[in-house]
Structure formats: structure tokens, C-alpha cells
């Protein structure tokens, strides 16, 4: 109703501006016709007072619904840093997958923060470590913790994933609110397989499980 108020204003104003056209209609018509045959036929060629009020009222009503209609107040996304995850392979496959599974681990983090982003409920903050990267192996967790904060930061998102077998692997997360520094997401889930499908997989169901908390009250 505020928003109203402050329309109205500019409706007052329009609606005279549309009463000195009616009056100035009139006055015209009177030039032209200073006796008229009958009360009914000078009427009918005024433009009545009522009706121009009326028109003057309604767009002002219509410019403010629509004007209200059109505020929309954004939700307050939460910022959240994430860290880069570790990798451990202990399957004892003879080929070497390092630079496969550091390259496919990289794409995962990168895809939870594009996705945690395009979810609208979060906006990920940069952190800058040391040393690099920023992982819960590599550097200190208090550390960690700070960078976050520092950054503006309320959550901290960390991981890893650990590959035990050809066709078994296990993923690692947790989420820590830098401000009472209290874990408030902690999971560890499986998925099979270790090819572009499977680490996809595991990321989306990571993101709808994490997307899906409310992480802080």
C-alpha cells in the first residue's frame, strides 16, 4: 500500500490534466454550438466529468498493479568457498590413471561450483591458499577456515575421493560454517564405475544432496 501512495501522486496529476482536456472539449463545443437543440443532445457531445475521473483512476490503478507486480525481491544467496578435492587411488591397477583421474577430478569441482552457482541458492567465493591448492590435505584446516572467512565466505565445502577397486569409488564431502565453525553437512557416498558418465553421476547426486540441506539457520 505504500508503493501506492507514492503513485498516486503522479495519478492526481494526470487525472487533472485529463479534466482541463474535458473542460477545454466543452468549451470548444460550446463555441460551436452556443444553443443546442435539446439538454440530451449537448450532453451527448461533452465529454463527461465522471468518465474522465474514471479514465485517470483506472490507469493510475493499472501503472501501480503493475509496477508492484513487477518487484520482486531477489533471495539472499549464501556465499560458500570450495575447496579443491584429493584423490586417492589404492585400486592396484597397473596402468596409470594419474593424469586421467587429476583431470576428471578437477572437472567434477569445477562442475560443483558452476552448479552450486546456477542453483541460485549459492555464490561461490574465491579463496586464495598457501601453499596452492587449495585442499584439506594441503594446507592447514584452521588456515583454511580464515582464507574463508576473510574472503566473505559462510560456508566451506571440502572433499575427496578415494578409488578402491576397477568399478568402486568413494566420495568424500563436507560443508563447515566458517562462522561457528561447525560441520553442517557431512557425507560419504559410493558410485560405480570411473569413466566421464560415473564421475558425473556422482557430482549431480553431490549437488542435490547439498542443495537440498539448509546448511545454516
Known sequence: MRNM????????RDSRRAGRLCRMFDRTL???????????????MRCPWVRCRTVG?????????TALCSVRTEPTRIPIAVLDFDYV???????DQSTIHSARLQQFVDAVRRD????????IVPII???????????????????????????????????MSTL??????????????????DRL????????????????????DIAAQSLID
Do not use: Y
Not at 57 to 65: C, D, K, R, S
Not at 129 to 141: E, G, V
Open 5 to 12: 501512495g507514492l503513485l498516486a501522486p503522479n495519478g492526481k
Open 30 to 44: 460550446d463555441a460551436r454550438h452556443p444553443s443546442p437543440a435539446s439538454p440530451r443532445d449537448d450532453t451527448s
Open 57 to 65: 483512476w483506472v490507469a493510475v490503478l493499472l501503472f501501480g498493479t
Open 89 to 95: 587411488d589404492t585400486s592396484g591397477e597397473m596402468r
Open 116 to 123: 552450486l552457482e546456477q542453483s541460485g541458492r549459492f555464490r
Open 129 to 163: 591458499c598457501q601453499p596452492d591448492p587449495c585442499s584439506i590435505t594441503a594446507s592447514d584446516p584452521a588456515e583454511l577456515v580464515g582464507a574463508a572467512r576473510r574472503a566473505g565466505a559462510r560456508l566451506l565445502l571440502f572433499g575427496g575421493i578415494h578409488k
Open 168 to 185: 568402486v569409488q568413494w566420495a568424500k564431502a563436507q560443508v563447515v560454517d566458517v562462522q561457528t565453525e561447525k560441520l553442517v553437512f
Open 189 to 208: 557416498m559410493t558410485f560405480r564405475g570411473d569413466d566421464e558418465d560415473a564421475w558425473r553421476h556422482a557430482e549431480a547426486f553431490l549437488l542435490k
